[in-house]
């Protein structure tokens, strides 16, 4: 029993892994395809796991011709001590023109959930103070999350455990075949991903000259996004909005 059971569980996740990939080759510049909320099986840095809800909605600034990008995300889940439910959101912004954030790992320690996130393209990652590493961290205060400093985030967490690039599949096919993503698939759909932060999570820097080829300096003013102590662009952008 305890074999035949090992197959189907493997059958199943090579099923679902294959319908993932062709949900994301059929889909891949379509507007606003299905498949927006689905759930996680969450590995935590102890060995446990919890069941985390997600969804996003699309919309926000995008280029004649390409998808719409995704506008807001959530995610929701139950703290295993205290049964109580708690949900992290990133929301839309106008001077990023989308979401603020790509989720990219929930952890808890000592019953304190914490995220980790990073920066929605280069926009964000001005705005949010091009960090880097380029994560931002979160700590649930047990009311709300409070951004913390990567000093303050606990050395246990070192592994990204959520399926980060989440545009790119059609997750209402994939909950036919389970209603959550286990850790295995979740892997294996971040596998993809050759970025070393998107491997685990880093605490050296990253060498300046990728983050400044990956994201140039900006500064926003009057609404635009333009380099520092840009004259040009300043002028051009006080003609336009008188």
Known sequence: MTYRYSVLKACTTIGLIVILGMS???NAGILG????SWKEEVLLHDGNTIIVERSFSRGGRHEIGQGEPIKEQAMSFTLPASNQSVTWKSDYSDDVGRSNFNLLAVHILNGTPYVVASPNLCLSYNKWGRPNPPYVFFKYDGKDWQRIP???APVEFREINVVITIGNY???????ITPVLPPSVINKLNSTLTQPE??????????????????????????????????VARRMIDLNSK
């Open 198 to 231: 998107y491997k685990t999570i880093l605490r050296e820097p990253l060498p300046k000259e990728r983050i400044n080829q990956k994201c140039g300096d900006l500064v926003l003013y009057k609404g635009a996004w333009i380099m520092p102590n840009d004259p």
């Open 150 to 152: 990567l000093a303050e």
């Open 24 to 26: 994301m080759d059929a």
């Open 170 to 176: 059609d997750f209402s096919e994939a909950t036919k």
């Open 33 to 36: 395809f299905g498949g927006t």
